[in-house]
């Protein structure tokens, strides 16, 4: 794979500090396939880098939301993840076997801006089949217009995940009514593992999840019990400081010969 940035034509670094006070650093954390530990695809993090400190998404995307700097920033993390993992090489075979998951913010669903930038990932070549974006049920919970941005988004070809799920309200609700096709179970979750009333709420998610015919990928796994758990349970792929913590990519993706 060419290293970031190197003739592709919708990767255009722009003044980050501008826009949010910082420079954004995308680290990317495996999801792992838990019995043969590969990574099976690799979730893009942004990070606001000031002076020389890593601050996580909280700290700046909710004052980004606010002033609606976030649209421009969604789409500069998402030409980022789509440059160093959708490539595609001179002759037009995909570069790299690794999908990418994105996150969404909420207020990226209000409007045009998120659609546009895949649309034009899509026209620039990027592999958009390989890209899932992640968004959460509180974002679209009675909300007719992000629900129609989502659907929106699955039809120019991407995949949807719900993160966080199993921790907001109206879970259930908006596995019926969103084109979803990966359900990433909330890492406070996961953590009561291997407790016997974690066990049951996570086969009965494992379950929910295989009937509606989506993948499943625990979040949050911490633990060599709870992995254990996990596997018992029947669950495929997993996330977290046990598998791999976030990182640069070449880290990232190293995973997959261990
Ligand atoms: O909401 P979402 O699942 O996208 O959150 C991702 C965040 O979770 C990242 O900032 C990442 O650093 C953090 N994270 C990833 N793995 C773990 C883990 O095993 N434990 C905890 N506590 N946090 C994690
Ligand atoms: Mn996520």
């Known amino acids: ?17 501008e826009l949010v006070g910082g ?29 020389g400190v890593l601050l996580a998404p909280e700290h700046w995307v909710p004052a980004a939301e606010h002033s609606g700097t976030i649209d421009e920033l969604g789409c500069r993390v998402l030409r980022r993840a789509a440059a160093d993992v959708l490539g595609t090489d001179g002759d037009g075979t995909a570069g790299s076997v690794l999908g990418v998951s994105v996150n969404v913010a909420p207020r990226q669903l209000h409007g045009p801006s998120l659609l546009d930038c895949v649309a034009q990932l899509a026209a620039d070549g990027a ?9 959460t049920e509180s974002a679209v919970v009675e909300d007719a217009c992000a629900m129609e941005t989502v659907h929106a988004l699955r039809s120019l070809g991407c995949r949807i995940a719900m993160d966080d799920f199993g921790t907001g309200y109206s879970s259930l609700h908006a596995l019926s009514e969103l084109p979803l096709d990966v359900l990433k179970v909330d890492r406070r979750l996961v953590a009561r ?27 949050g ?20 400081y046990l598998l791999g913590a976030p990182a640069p990519l070449a880290s990232a993706a190293r995973h997959r010969c261990g």
């Open 221 to 240: 796994v911490e633990t060599p019990a709870q992995l254990d758990a996990l596997l018992e349970l029947g669950y495929r792929l997993g996330q977290g």
């Open 23 to 51: 420079s954004l650093v995308v680290h990317y954390q495996p999801v792992v396939e838990l019995t043969s530990r590969k990574v099976h695809l690799v979730e893009a993090l942004a990070r606001l880098d000031v002076d």
């Open 127 to 135: 592999a958009v089949e390989r890209l899932c974006l992640e968004i």
């Open 193 to 219: 593992l291997p407790g016997p009333k974690a066990r049951a709420v996570l086969a009965f998610v494992v379950d929910l999840a295989g009937a509606l015919g989506l993948e499943v990928v625990a979040e």
């Open 1 to 17: 794979m060419a290293p970031p940035g190197t003739g592709r034509s919708w990767h255009r670094d722009g003044d980050d500090a």
